[in-house]
C-alpha cells in the first residue's frame, strides 16, 4: 500500500505542469459522452495489485463492467510510480488511494483531483501490542514506546492531539518492514493494516489490536479519485464504472472463495492462502451496518471536515487549506445511491 502522506514537494514541484495539462489535454482514459457509448476507462493504483482491487476483477469477469459499456484496465503502481500525478495529466482516468489524505495533500499542492467514492467504510490501519502490555485506547500509549513508518508518524501525532495527549508523554520510534520491535520488546505497540494477514501472523493470538478508526481517527481507505475535468465532462462514465464495481464488491461479498480464484488467475504472483485468510477481513471493511445505511463506497462532507482540520492543526498543507468541497464530490454518490444501497 502506498503512504498516508504524499511526496508534498514532488507535488509542488508537478503542480504548476499538471494544473496546465490536466486543464488543456484530452483525455486518454475515456471516449464516450453518453451511457450507449463505450469507454475505455485507465485506473491508476496508488500501489501492486492487491485485493484492494478484487470487486473491480470480479466486476471484470462477471461482465459487470461490460453491462456498463465500460471496458477497465487495472494499471498497477508501486514505489515509484506517482499516481496522482498521472491521473493529474490525463494518462488514467481514475485513480484508487489507500489512504485519504493524500488527496488533501494533492489538492493544497495545487493539483486538480477530487475523491468521488470510498472502498473501504473504515481505515483498517491498527496499532498492535500484546496482552502483557495492551494498547486499548490511546490513552494506554501514555509512557509507551510506539514504532510506526515514518510516513506514519503524522497520523500518531493527529490521534494524540485528537485525544488531548502531548507528544512527548510517548516515544515514537522508526518502524521497519515488520512486526519485530514488538517480539523483541523494543516497542510496546507497532503499526499496519489489520487486513495484513501475512504479516501479523508472527503476532499470533496474544495480538491486541487499536484501530485508527476506532480511536478517534477516522480516515477513508482504499479512495477512488479523479480530476476536475473528468467530473465536469465525463460524470456519466464515472457513475457507470462506480455501478459496475459495486456490483462487483457486492459479488466478492457473496461469493468470497470465487472472488479469489478470479483475484489470483488475474494476478498469479499473489499466494491463494493468504487471499483466502485475508478476503473475510476485506468485506468486512467494505460492508457493514453503516454500509446498510449509506450503501457501498459512501463518504461524508462531515467526515472529510474532521479529516482536513487534523491536517490543518499540525500544520500539514504545503499550500493552502483545501475546503471540503476541493478534495471530494458527491454527486457520484448520489446517482449512484439506489445501487450502491441494493449491495450495500
Do not use: C
Amino acid at each position: 500500500m502506498t503512504s498516508f502522506t504524499t511526496n508534498r514537494r514532488k507535488f509542488l514541484t508537478n503542480a504548476a505542469i499538471l494544473g496546465g495539462v490536466a486543464a488543456t489535454q484530452n483525455f486518454i482514459g475515456i471516449r464516450a459522452g453518453h451511457a450507449s457509448d463505450e469507454a475505455e476507462v485507465r485506473m491508476q493504483l496508488g500501489w501492486l495489485a492487491s485485493n484492494g482491487v478484487i470487486g473491480e476483477v470480479a466486476a471484470m469477469k462477471k461482465g459487470f463492467f461490460k453491462e456498463q459499456g465500460v471496458t477497465l484496465t487495472i494499471v498497477p503502481g508501486g514505489p515509484n510510480v506517482d499516481g496522482v500525478a498521472g491521473v493529474a495529466a490525463g494518462q488514467s482516468t481514475i485513480g484508487q488511494l489507500s489512504s485519504s489524505p493524500s488527496i488533501m495533500l494533492a489538492r493544497s499542492a495545487g493539483v486538480p483531483v477530487k475523491a468521488f467514492l470510498a472502498g473501504y467504510r473504515k481505515h483498517p490501519f491498527t496499532y498492535f501490542s500484546k496482552q502483557a502490555k495492551p494498547i486499548k485506547t490511546p490513552q494506554d500509549m501514555i509512557g509507551k514506546t510506539i514504532a510506526t513508518p515514518p510516513t506514519s508518524v503524522v497520523l500518531l501525532k493527529a490521534l494524540l492531539a485528537k485525544n488531548g495527549i502531548a507528544e512527548s508523554q510517548v516515544k515514537i520510534v522508526n518502524m521497519g518492514s515488520d512486526m519485530n520491535q514488538l517480539l523483541t520488546g523494543q516497542a510496546d505497540a507497532v503499526s499496519g493494516w489489520v487486513t495484513n494477514t501475512n504479516a501479523l501472523a508472527v503476532l499470533g493470538d496474544d495480538r491486541v489490536d487499536m484501530m485508527l478508526w476506532d480511536a478517534g481517527l477516522q480516515l477513508y481507505a482504499n479512495v477512488y479519485y479523479t480530476t476536475d475535468q473528468q467530473l465536469d465532462k465525463h460524470s456519466d462514465v464515472l457513475v457507470r464504472f462506480t455501478t459496475a464495481a459495486a456490483k462487483g464488491w457486492g459479488y466478492v461479498r457473496d461469493n468470497p472463495e470465487e472472488a479469489v480464484d478470479m483475484l489470483v488467475e488475474a494476478y498469479p504472483n499473489l499466494d491463494k492462502a493468504s487471499e483466502l485468510k485475508a478476503v473475510r477481513s476485506v468485506i468486512d471493511f467494505s460492508f457493514g451496518d453503516s454500509t446498510k445505511e449509506t450503501g457501498w463506497g459512501a463518504m461524508s462532507k462531515e467526515n472529510w471536515a474532521a479529516q482536513i482540520k487534523a491536517y490543518a492543526d499540525l500544520k500539514q498543507f504545503a499550500g493552502t487549506v483545501p475546503t471540503v468541497d476541493d478534495v471530494a464530490t458527491m454527486s457520484i454518490l448520489e446517482a449512484t445511491a439506489a445501487i450502491r444501497k441494493q449491495v450495500g
